[in-house]
């Protein structure tokens, strides 16, 4: 299933994307998309199933609508950093021995063509495309990269949105740098798992003003989807509605030739992953 939410910031309501691509309004049989929902495999979600199978969902008119991120309730967004063989080349990284893992603020998950506010005082804001993952049951020391893939709800697209100066150059963590306002455009669906049948087989790809910035796959990556969710499993407890963002391909500004085209006010990024939808966010002043 492609699940969606809709509507003004704040007052979004819950939607599926059938499989004729015709907008479905779900607010008649669930509160809302979340951990909860996901969790519940057996009753509401089994419910959205079956309605969707029936045709009893009424159609959604999208003119002028606007799409929100596609979970609510976000508990934690967990990073993986340097996940892509060529990304860590271009950025003159050796691959790292474990996955690099760093957070994100659940405040910072904004819908997918949402504005996006360049940080005061930056001069290098970047962008990636990555392939996020949605937690659908709880993981705690997982023994297997096979049972990290069997607590996957869905997946999405996300934009890991980093300001390199704050996040390298002005000392501590990377957090500084990863989380300002607007920095994770997620969306525009979570797309369940069952569809989904290989998560290493994904292309993504971004543009910058229409130029072709980033055109990778899932299987550049060094730590697979089942590994990473085992893996951060053994330091913290992922929970239902917790988001992993797993790497960004090559081809982000860092790790472009000098002068580095870093985003403006006034840019306009687009990005999708195969099967996951698109999205497309112009940047503005904070």
Known sequence: MKLLRVGTAGSERPALLDAEGVLRDLSGLIGDIDGALLADTTGALARVREA?????????????????????????????GLNYHDHAAETGAPAPPEPIIFFKAADTVVGPDDT???????????????????????????????????????????????EREFQIERGGTWDKGKNCETFNPLGPWLVTADEVPD???????????????????????IFPVGEVVRYVSQFMTLYPGDIINTGTPAGVAMGQPEPKPYLRAGDVVELEVEGLGRQRQEFKDA
Do not use: F, M
């Open 199 to 221: 998560p290493q087989a994904l292309a993504l790809r971004l543009w910058v003003n229409g130029e072709l910035r980033q055109n990778g796959t899932t299987a550049d990556q």
């Open 52 to 80: 969707e199978r029936a045709g009893d969902l009424p159609e959604v008119d999208t003119v002028g609508l606007r799409y929100g991120a596609p979970l609510a309730g976000v508990g934690k967004v967990v990073c993986i």
């Open 116 to 162: 996006v506010l360049v940080p005061r005082g930056s001069t290098r804001t970047d962008w990636e495309v990555e392939l996020a993952v949605v937690i659908g049951k709880t993981a705690r020391y997982l023994d297997t990269s096979e049972d990290g893939l069997a607590h996957v709800a869905g997946y999405a697209v996300a934009n890991d949105v980093s």
